[in-house]
């Protein structure tokens, strides 16, 4: 298969915990850098504490010069004075793309409060970050609704005010349902939302683990899918290959609607999201990365 024209991939990673999921990190980024992804973000822990690691990895991979970097910044955990702070220190480093959410409550804490002298929500972030700085911002969308939304109507009209204050783009929440995807795609452009809608796919490397992702944040888990990876606990080679063959099929009808670019949620590993850009047909346009894991 030939490349579809104008195919663009970003990548996402979190911070890892110790020495052994570092080296998986470096060793999945060296995979995936070939492929010029438009950048690679990392993400915060929901209560912002990973922050440290997350500013750590990000200035790490924007020093090794042949990526982008895209640090995660959230409303949680913080003041305004000190989420600017960080985001002027970024743009310090050369980190020109941010990630800007509202954030997660910490856990055990029934529901978010906004920091009383923070940025109430993801909105208002943005335009603090805007005003700071020409950032690239995306945000986050959610085609099923964010659960925690009175309504899809007012979901909407949330996204709207995040692009309104300077978001670039949005990036989805994971989905498998692709009609939910361009429901959600004909709902923002019937909205006049224009900024792109940028899909987020989740390769599945454990079903356990997809269905706990899904119940935290409202995604819909189709029956088709579940008999897919019925009886195959102990079979984690067959797994694989229903893993891949799920999301190239799922990559391949979106792009056949007229999407292209694709953001991929790794949880760190490049085998699954290397063989489906393979699928969309991208080839590797560099040499791997140099001396990712050396520490900065």
């Known amino acids: 298969m030939s490349a579809t024209p104008g195919i663009k991939v970003s990548f996402e990673f979190f911070p890892p915990a110790d020495a052994a999921m570092e080296a998986t990190l470096w060793s999945s980024l ?10 690679v973000s990392v993400t915060y822990g929901a209560d ?26 959230t409303c949680v955990g913080a003041s305004r004075t000190e989420i600017l702070d960080i985001a002027r220190d970024y743009w310090q480093q050369g980190v020109r793309h941010l990630v800007a959410l509202r954030g997660d409550p910490p856990q055990g804490t029934p529901c978010y409060q906004p920091h009383p002298d923070g940025f109430a929500y993801a909105a208002d972030l943005v335009a603090g970050i805007a005003r700071l700085a ?43 349902d692709t009609e939910v995807f361009l429901r959600f795609r004909d709902r923002c452009a019937a909205a006049g939302i224009s900024a792109p809608i940028v899909p987020g796919i989740l390769p599945i490397t454990r079903f356990p683990q ?23 606990d102990e079979d984690a080679e067959t797994r694989r290959l229903i893993a891949a063959s799920v999301a190239i099929e799922q990559v391949q009808a979106l792009s056949a609607h007229g999407v292209r670019e694709f953001h991929f949620y790794t949880l760190n590993r490049a085998e699954l999201t290397y063989a489906i850009c393979h699928a969309l047909g991208l080839r590797p346009q560099s040499q791997p990365l140099q001396h990712a894991g050396t520490p900065a």
């Not at 939304?149 to 990036?171: P, V, Y």
């Not at 088709?224 to 019925?230: D, K, M, P, V």
């Open 134 to 176: 020409a950032f690239d911002i995306s945000v986050a969308a959610y085609p099923e609704v964010h659960p925690q939304a009175r309504s899809a109507a007012d979901d909407l009209e949330n996204l709207r005010r995040k692009l309104d204050a300077g978001a670039t783009r949005a990036i989805t929440q994971f989905f498998y």
């Open 48 to 73: 912002g504490s990973t922050r440290a690691r997350t500013h750590q990895l990000v200035t790490r991979i924007q020093q090794a010069g042949a990526l982008t970097g895209a640090a995660h910044l």
């Open 30 to 39: 060296q995979r995936l850098a070939p492929l010029a992804p438009r950048f």
């Open 210 to 232: 997809v269905l706990r992702f899904a119940r935290a944040c409202g995604a819909s888990i189709p029956a088709w899918l579940h008999e897919r990876f019925s009886g195959l």
